[in-house]
Every structure is written in structure tokens, then in C-alpha cells.
């Protein structure tokens, strides 16, 4: 096990380099310089092509990316081009409105996805499948800022329950956390579902029920184990897509997250802080992956056995 998980990290290194590769290649054909962005616009040419030399924005570009892997190599992401500070501890000020978003959408959405989806398989063809399955091709067909202000239209406004925007306290993330929760509920409920009808057709299950097993036990011994390790998949997929895909969440309700730090990183050409920002969220993504790879061992004893025989 511990060969493979150091496999997989080392699998990291290209996938990270190819990260920076393609933000920093991306970035260089947009227009605008740094000079230009730090001096302003009533700087003078020489000052900014000097603030531009010293910087090696004139460098070409493969100079500019060896420069930065052997930055990166030594832990240091830079400083914003923007800001002058350092980008990790602008990083850090932002992740914690971002993974608590994240966190909570991920919670809500496996709990009820995963408890109507299995709801849905064992009550096949009824009223309660019928229904939970409308209800996620509706979650998943409405985007996600249309969701968000109807929820502040009606909870925030109308209501006056919950706060509309800002991140002060756990009440502020409620209208968020609904909101980034609907599409994952509906991608948890139509797997969850999916892998449980195919387990729940299986012989040792009807094996378990012929020895008078209780159908609770059935289910969430026997069909419910063997049904998680593509629901496991799709969570851990959802979970490192939701902190690095909540731009539009954070837009909404004005959350101070990672996703409007890239968003306004952008539109300023803030190169270091737009690549620190991708290659922080690419390795949470991946390390996020190889958890739940471990996880299968966890639950299937095949998969921990062959690991353990290499």
C-alpha cells in the first residue's frame, strides 16, 4: 500500500508541471504587462519596461517557466503582481471561506443524495423513485446562480431568515452551502442509485435474503458496501471540482473564497497569483483522489490484497 501511494505521488509531479505549464502559457497570450500594473498607466515607458526587466516578464517564455518550477520547487509561489505580497499568504487568507463552502456542499450533498439514492434502487418504478429521480435532473439542469438567487429571493428578502452575502458566521454559509449542494445531490443520487441496482440483482444477495436475513442488514451490509466504491468516486470527484469550481457560488452571496481571488487575479493578469491559485487547487484535487483510492482498499479486501502482493 505504501508503494502505491508513494506511486501515485510521484504521478503528481508531471500532472503539476503540466498545471503550470498550460496557466502560464494561457497567460502569456493575454495582453498586458506587469509594469503596466503596478506603476499604473501614468508611469513612464522607461520605468515600466524596467519594472518588466526586472521581473522577467521579458524573458521568453520558457525561461519564465524553468524560473517558476524552481521557485515552486523551493515552496515559493511568488508575490502578486497586484498586491506585492506573497502569493501563499494570499492563498491562505482566502481557503478557509472556500473549503468551508466546500466542505458543507460536499456533506449535504453525499447525505441526502446517497440516502434517497438508495431509497430510489430498493424502491424501484414507485412514487419515491419516480420523484427523486425528476428532482435530480431538475437540481442538475438549473445552474447554479439561478438557484442561489432564488434562495436569497425567498430566504433573505422574503423571509428575512438568512443572511444574503458575506462570510461573518456559519448562517452565512447555509444559502451557499444549499446552493452548491443541489448539483452534487443529483449526481450522488443517480450513481448511488445506478450501483445499487446493479448490486442489489446480485446472487449472494438473494443468497443473504434466502438465509432470513433482515432487509435493512441486506441492504446496508451487503448491497450498500459493494455498491460505494463508485459513489466513493463521484464524492471524491465532487469535492475537489467544488473547491475549485465555486466561482459563481462565491459571486452570488460575495464570499471572499479562492474562486473570486482567480476570477479577479484574471481580469487584472495577475500571473503569479492565477498560477499559485491552479497549482494549489490541483494538488488538493489530486491528493483528494489518491485518498479515495485508499479508500478502496478500506472496502473491497480485493483491491487491499492485490496492493498488499506488490
Not at 503596466?36 to 518588466?52: C, D, V
Not at 430510489?120 to 442538475?140: E, H, N, R, W
Amino acid at each position: 500500500m505504501l508503494k502505491y501511494i508513494g506511486r501515485r505521488i510521484l504521478v503528481l509531479i508531471p500532472t503539476l508541471l503540466a498545471v503550470v505549464f498550460i496557466v502560464l502559457f494561457i497567460m502569456n497570450l493575454t495582453p498586458g504587462d506587469p509594469g503596466t500594473l503596478i506603476l499604473g498607466e501614468q508611469a513612464s515607458r522607461e520605468e515600466i519596461e524596467a519594472k518588466n526587466e526586472e521581473l522577467g516578464f521579458n524573458d521568453p517564455f520558457p525561461v519564465r517557466y524553468v524560473n517558476y518550477v524552481v521557485d515552486l520547487c523551493q515552496g515559493d509561489l511568488g508575490n502578486s503582481w497586484k498586491t506585492g505580497r506573497p502569493v501563499m499568504g494570499e492563498l491562505l487568507s482566502r481557503l478557509p471561506v472556500t473549503a468551508t463552502l466546500a466542505i458543507g456542499s460536499i456533506l449535504i450533498g453525499s447525505i441526502v443524495g446517497i440516502l434517497f439514492g438508495i431509497l430510489s434502487a430498493v424502491k424501484q418504478y414507485s412514487f419515491l423513485d419516480f420523484a427523486g429521480t425528476t428532482i435530480a435532473m431538475a437540481l442538475a439542469s438549473f445552474p447554479g446562480f439561478w438557484i442561489g438567487m432564488m434562495l436569497i429571493l425567498f430566504f433573505s428578502l422574503y423571509l428575512r431568515w438568512l443572511p444574503s452575502f458575506g462570510a461573518g458566521d456559519l448562517k452565512h454559509f447555509i444559502l451557499p452551502w444549499i446552493t452548491a449542494a443541489c448539483p452534487l445531490m443529483a449526481s450522488q443520487l443517480r450513481m448511488t442509485r445506478t450501483s445499487m441496482l446493479e448490486v442489489i440483482r446480485a446472487d449472494y444477495i438473494r443468497t443473504a435474503r434466502a438465509k432470513g436475513q433482515k432487509e435493512s442488514k441486506v441492504i446496508i451490509q451487503h448491497a450498500l458496501r459493494n455498491a460505494l466504491l463508485p459513489v466513493i468516486t463521484i464524492m471524491g470527484i465532487n469535492f475537489g471540482a467544488s473547491l475549485g469550481g465555486t466561482v459563481t457560488i462565491e459571486t452570488v452571496f460575495t464570499l471572499p473564497g479562492v474562486g473570486s481571488l482567480i476570477i479577479e487575479a484574471i481580469r487584472m493578469k495577475d500571473v503569479p497569483l492565477v498560477t499559485g491559485a491552479t497549482v494549489m487547487l490541483a494538488t488538493f484535487f489530486a491528493l483528494i483522489m489518491l485518498v479515495v483510492d485508499v479508500m478502496y482498499a478500506y472496502i473491497d479486501p480485493r483491491i487491499k490484497s492485490r496492493y498488499t502482493r506488490k
